[in-house]
């Protein structure tokens, strides 16, 4: 299966600590994209990259939290101090440039103590 | 905040019933997709809709995107216990860029 990978699947961490997460996209894809999802919520953007460059960040990226796809492959999402409030499942996606679809990795659950 | 309109939230419905869902919104939309999540795992793409008045079906599933552009609907027809999960309408809204605005889903529950 080449569909889009994340690790880890869970997280659980003490407030105030970082976490990174890691995502795989479709190999042939060049765009990438993180949502963060709440409990019986949809997902809301976060921030997307078209190959390395970081293109668009939504206004709930908050200065703790960084992302990055150094070479245009994979791509890390990094939050700083992390607090009760990040809990939440991050979802990463990808897609080609230029089509609307963008398909889903199973998800990372981060859960803050 | 979302800026798209899901119902119903929940159905719980026999097995074998047809099943209705709908997306609207005031904003125009370029592009309607439905997706299914199972707890704990990721968004799966079931259909995707690129222009206004299209009627696309995969399987089962059926789904149209609106005249307007402003909504989208979704029917599954003959439910199957395996259909259970959360159904959620997503969009590329119109001069938003590439990032997806999502629905609030709907719980959709069979009893076989």
């Known amino acids: 299966d080449t569909g889009v990978s994340q690790d880890p699947r869970h997280k659980i961490t003490k407030r105030g600590q970082n976490v990174t997460f890691r995502c795989d996209p479709i190999s042939e894809h060049n765009r990438l994209y993180w949502y963060r999802q709440t409990l019986g919520q949809g997902p809301e953007f976060l921030t997307y990259f078209q190959n390395e460059a970081q293109l668009e960040k939504s206004r709930l990226l908050s200065d703790r939290f960084s992302a990055e796809r150094p070479k245009g492959s994979f791509s890390t999402l990094e939050i700083q101090r992390t607090e009760q409030g990040d809990s939440a499942m991050y979802l990463c996606?990808?897609?080609?440039?230029?089509?609307?679809?963008?398909?889903f990795g199973p998800g990372t659950r981060l859960t803050v103590t | 905040g979302q800026q798209l309109n899901q119902s119903p939230q929940s159905m719980f419905i026999q097995e074998g019933e047809d099943v209705s869902m709908n997306c609207t919104s005031s904003?125009?939309?370029?592009?309607w997709l439905w997706y299914k999540q199972d707890p704990g795992e990721g968004p799966v793409l079931l259909i995707a809709?690129?222009?206004?008045?299209e009627l696309t079906s995969n399987g089962r599933l059926t789904a149209q995107f609106g005249i307007t552009r402003k909504d989208s609907f979704l029917n599954i027809s003959a439910s199957i216990p395996s259909d259970v999960g959360i159904y959620f309408c997503?969009?590329?809204?119109?001069?938003?860029?590439?990032?997806?605005?999502f629905g609030g889903g709907t719980r959709l529950m069979v009893k076989p």
């Open positions: 904003s125009i939309f370029n592009t």
């Open positions: 996606a990808s897609s080609l440039a230029g089509q609307g679809v963008q398909y």
């Open positions: 809709l690129y222009k206004a008045g």
């Open positions: 997503a969009g590329l809204l119109e001069g938003a860029g590439n990032m997806l605005t």
